[in-house]
């Protein structure tokens, strides 16, 4: 036998290990997605052989390729190649697939397992999350260099994720920027969970990607091809002015003698005599579980080191060139402008301004930059030419500019900021929970926050979105009152490490003699205080200058609660205003649904219905947002 046979049955035999570890886990769970890592083992075993610069010994190395997983119910395969290749994922981690508290839980998790980049599991998010990761890193590459950085990024998705509506908005912008260290492998395996793809789909994906501007390579019924799948990630590699998809045609739980190309090979937890049907087929010892040759977890092992020396010379830390940002001069203007009126959205944009000069920051809005106050006075527009330009227009893509943020900060070095209005938050929801899932430090600047937004109507006046996004765990959620308490914010959003919705308002609102941009940063404070008082109000935004209105020259305490995830942490008062309040009644004031402020109030005033078309005031007004009924409030609540 010649070196190269001998070679290619080893990879052979190692391919077929990762094919029964795909199996042996999902039925020790009796849960789990095989078919798609069964099939998708040889493109595996390239990546992680022959392909991806890593070093499973340094796993945040920051110059390594990143791999990203969209289809990430087959998991499964992910971790095998982290168990193999030696990122510190045992044998034993693979037996506690799915279990509780097990480093290889059902989807992966970023900071949760070693070698996981982004969390995955929604499909299409982690497509989306790549073309974030992509401009990064060559924005990180423009501005640094390609001695400190010089990667790509790597992305599987199969045709659930190309299906979902944010991957067309993110494949679009990608080839719009012209991402050419973005490859992705299309898994088109014509199944889906109901049964054939053709149930719900027709499109050619080779020309949809090719109308995105991307370039495009159909390997065709070659996923056991080795050589012609690392032929193709070179030439992606090596092509310039575009990103790449390549489409490989797998037959999803191959080679299963009964359940290949059936949709049951997906999420149906193969049997003892379909495994064993099948181990038997790959040579295998069909009653060895977790069976794993020496001579493959050497070669595995070798293929983890080979970039080990360069992973350990590497010196650049990007956390040194992230910049730095001082708002003292901002919080200086507005506190000697005291009577004055501006929107926050407008001094939200001033803050960003002056904390981009230095800090890495990239900003943009959904078609709605410069009416989200992330528009940047003094920076290129992001580009193929501008790679290192600081402002990103999105396009109408709220859903994609959400992943894309997110990938963008989980790279590493940058803070993504996206604005639109929040009503349209909705569309960037399931975004939005998974930065707050994985920790993602991203900053979005959500204006037009009431039904003060006035005659666009109805479709355009968020009701239950802010208590909506409340409602996130790890997300925080900070409304201003004013100028002063949107410094305090931005503070607060710059200092914290995980995701930050700011909602902002429109309209212009008076800046407070009592606002407060230390005591702000707590999440609640009073801003007028009686020793005995007939009623406490508490607010939020733009109902705070309301409550303080209604509250001169009476015996009427008011409490800003600018954020309730900040108070609940680091605010007294939070704790002891009813206390302190114990002898009137806790009223609060928020342009939005009710729900929710029974926690902290006796008696609340909000708008529990859909707006109307009219002037901003008018609609406030007719909804009861208004003096008068913080007056009966007050005094049917009195004791």
Same mark, same amino acid.
């Given at each position: 036998?010649?070196?190269?046979?001998?070679?290619?049955?080893?990879?052979?035999?190692?391919?077929?290990?990762?094919?029964?570890?795909?199996?042996?886990?999902?039925?020790?769970?009796?849960?789990?997605?095989?078919?798609?890592?069964?099939?998708?083992?040889? !493109?595996?075993?390239?990546?992680?052989?022959?392909?991806?610069?890593?070093?499973?010994?340094?796993?945040?190395?920051?110059?390594?390729?990143?791999?990203?997983?969209?289809?990430?119910?087959?998991?499964?395969?992910?971790?095998?190649?982290?168990? !193999?290749?030696?990122?510190?994922?045992?044998?034993?981690?693979?037996?506690?697939?799915?279990?509780?508290?097990?480093?290889?839980?059902?989807?992966?998790?970023?900071?949760?397992?070693?070698?996981?980049?982004?969390?995955?599991?929604?499909?299409?998010?982690?497509?989306?999350?790549?073309?974030?990761?992509?401009?990064?890193?060559?924005?990180?590459?423009?501005?640094?260099?390609?001695?400190?950085?010089?990667?790509?990024?790597?992305?599987?998705?199969?045709?659930?994720?190309?299906?979902?509506?944010?991957?067309?908005?993110?494949?679009?912008?990608?080839?719009?920027?012209?991402?050419?260290?973005?490859?992705?492998?299309?898994?088109?395996?014509?199944?889906?969970?109901?049964?054939?793809?053709?149930?719900? !789909?027709?499109?050619?994906?080779?020309?949809?990607?090719?109308?995105?501007?991307?370039?495009?390579?159909?390997?065709?019924?070659?996923?056991?091809?080795?050589?012609?799948?690392?032929?193709?990630?070179?030439?992606?590699?090596?092509?310039?002015?575009?990103?790449?998809?390549?489409?490989?045609?797998?037959?999803?739980?191959?080679?299963?003698?009964?359940?290949?190309?059936?949709?049951?090979?997906?999420?149906?937890?193969?049997?003892?005599?379909?495994?064993?049907?099948?181990?038997?087929?790959?040579?295998?010892?069909?009653?060895?579980?977790?069976?794993?040759?020496?001579?493959?977890?050497?070669?595995?092992?070798?293929?983890?080191?080979?970039?080990?020396?360069?992973?350990?010379?590497?010196?650049?830390?990007?956390?040194?060139?992230?910049?730095?940002?001082?708002?003292?001069?901002?919080?200086?203007?507005?506190?000697?402008?005291?009577?004055?009126?501006?929107?926050?959205?407008?001094?939200?944009?001033?803050?960003?301004?002056?904390?981009?000069?230095?800090?890495?920051?990239?900003?943009?809005?959904?078609?709605?930059?410069?009416?989200?106050?992330?528009?940047?006075?003094?920076?290129?527009? !992001?580009?193929?030419?501008?790679?290192?330009?600081?402002?990103?227009?999105?396009?109408?893509?709220?859903?994609?500019?959400?992943?894309?943020?997110?990938?963008?900060?989980?790279?590493?070095?940058?803070?993504?900021?996206?604005?639109?209005?929040?009503?349209?938050?909705?569309?960037?929801?399931?975004?939005?929970?998974?930065?707050?899932?994985?920790?993602?430090?991203?900053?979005?600047?959500?204006?037009?926050?009431?039904?003060?937004?006035?005659?666009?109507?109805?479709?355009?006046?968020?009701?239950?979105?802010?208590?909506?996004?409340?409602?996130?765990?790890?997300?925080?959620?900070?409304?201003?009152?004013?100028?002063?308490?949107?410094?305090?914010?931005?503070?607060?959003?710059?200092?914290?490490?995980?995701?930050?919705?700011?909602?902002?308002?429109?309209?212009?609102?008076?800046?407070?003699?009592?606002?407060?941009?230390?005591?702000?940063?707590?999440?609640?404070?009073?801003?007028?205080?009686?020793?005995?008082?007939?009623?406490?109000?508490?607010?939020?935004?733009?109902?705070?200058?309301?409550?303080?209105?209604?509250?001169?020259?009476?015996?009427?305490?008011?409490?800003?609660?600018?954020?309730?995830?900040?108070?609940?942490?680091?605010?007294?008062?939070?704790?002891?205003?009813?206390?302190?309040?114990?002898?009137?009644?806790?009223?609060?004031?928020?342009?939005?649904?009710?729900?929710?402020?029974?926690?902290?109030?006796?008696?609340?005033?909000?708008?529990?219905?859909?707006?109307?078309?009219?002037?901003?005031?008018?609609?406030?007004?007719?909804?009861?947002?208004?003096?008068?009924?913080?007056?009966?409030?007050?005094?049917?609540?009195?004791?």
């Amino acid at each position: 036998m010649t070196e190269l046979e001998s070679n290619k049955d080893l990879e052979e035999l190692a391919i077929n290990t990762i094919r029964g570890l795909s199996m042996d886990a999902p039925h020790a769970a009796n849960s789990g997605h095989q078919g798609t890592a069964m099939a998708l083992a040889p !493109l595996a075993h390239v990546l992680f052989t022959r392909i991806l610069r890593y070093s499973a010994q340094h796993p945040q190395w920051f110059n390594r390729d990143r791999f990203i997983l969209s289809a990430g119910h087959a998991s499964i395969l992910q971790y095998a190649m982290l168990y !193999l290749t030696g990122y510190g994922i045992t044998l034993e981690d693979l037996k506690d697939f799915r279990q509780l508290g097990s480093l290889t839980p059902g989807h992966p998790e970023v900071g949760h397992t070693d070698g996981v980049e982004v969390t995955t599991g929604p499909l299409g998010q982690g497509f989306a999350n790549a073309v974030g990761m992509a401009i990064s890193e060559r924005w990180l590459r423009s501005e640094f260099g390609s001695d400190n950085v010089d990667h790509n990024v790597f992305v599987i998705c199969g045709d659930g994720d190309l299906s979902e509506g944010i991957s067309h908005e993110a494949a679009s912008l990608a080839g719009a920027q012209k991402l050419e260290n973005l490859i992705c492998i299309y898994d088109d395996n014509h199944i889906t969970i109901d049964g054939p793809t053709e149930l719900s !789909l027709s499109d050619d994906a080779s020309k949809r990607f090719a109308a995105y501007g991307w370039n495009v390579i159909d390997l065709g019924e070659s996923a056991e091809d080795l050589d012609a799948i690392e032929r193709a990630l070179l030439d992606a590699k090596s092509n310039t002015g575009s990103p790449t998809i390549i489409i490989l045609r797998t037959h999803i739980g191959y080679p299963s003698p009964s359940l290949t190309d059936s949709p049951s090979a997906h999420g149906y937890a193969f049997k003892d005599k379909e495994i064993a049907e099948t181990k038997e087929l790959m040579g295998l010892p069909p009653e060895k579980h977790f069976y794993v040759p020496s001579e493959v977890l050497e070669m595995y092992r070798t293929a983890g080191k080979r970039y080990l020396q360069e992973a350990e010379a590497y010196s650049w830390d990007h956390k040194d060139h992230m910049g730095t940002w001082d708002l003292s001069s901002i919080q200086k203007k507005y506190e000697e402008s005291v009577g004055e009126t501006v929107a926050t959205r407008v001094a939200s944009g001033i803050c960003l301004n002056e904390a981009a000069k230095d800090l890495s920051i990239i900003a943009g809005g959904a078609d709605l930059t410069g009416n989200t106050g992330t528009a940047l006075a003094d920076s290129n527009q !992001l580009s193929q030419t501008h790679p290192s330009g600081k402002q990103l227009f999105y396009g109408v893509r709220e859903h994609a500019m959400g992943a894309i943020m997110n990938g963008i900060s989980l790279h590493g070095c940058i803070i993504p900021v996206g604005g639109t209005f929040l009503v349209f938050s909705d569309y960037m929801r399931p975004a939005i929970r998974l930065a707050a899932l994985s920790k993602a430090k991203v900053i979005y600047s959500f204006t037009h926050d009431s039904v003060g937004v006035g005659e666009d109507g109805p479709t355009h006046q968020p009701i239950e979105q802010i208590m909506s996004l409340r409602s996130i765990p790890d997300l925080l959620v900070i409304r201003p009152a004013d100028a002063k308490e949107t410094v305090a914010a931005w503070i607060t959003a710059l200092n914290h490490n995980g995701p930050t919705a700011l909602i902002l308002s429109r309209q212009n609102l008076p800046i407070l003699a009592e606002t407060d941009v230390d005591l702000a940063q707590k999440g609640s404070y009073f801003l007028k205080e009686e020793s005995v008082a007939q009623a406490t109000l508490i607010a939020t935004g733009s109902e705070v200058s309301l409550c303080m209105k209604y509250a001169k020259d009476k015996a009427i305490n008011v409490i800003s609660i600018p954020s309730w995830e900040v108070a609940e942490e680091l605010s007294p008062d939070i704790a002891n205003w009813k206390q302190r309040s114990r002898d009137s009644n806790v009223i609060s004031v928020e342009a939005g649904v009710t729900l929710g402020w029974s926690k902290y109030a006796d008696r609340w005033i909000g708008i529990d219905r859909f707006g109307a078309s009219a002037p901003g005031d008018e609609v406030m007004d007719s909804l009861g947002v208004n003096e008068t009924t913080i007056d009966r409030e007050v005094k049917e609540g009195g004791i």
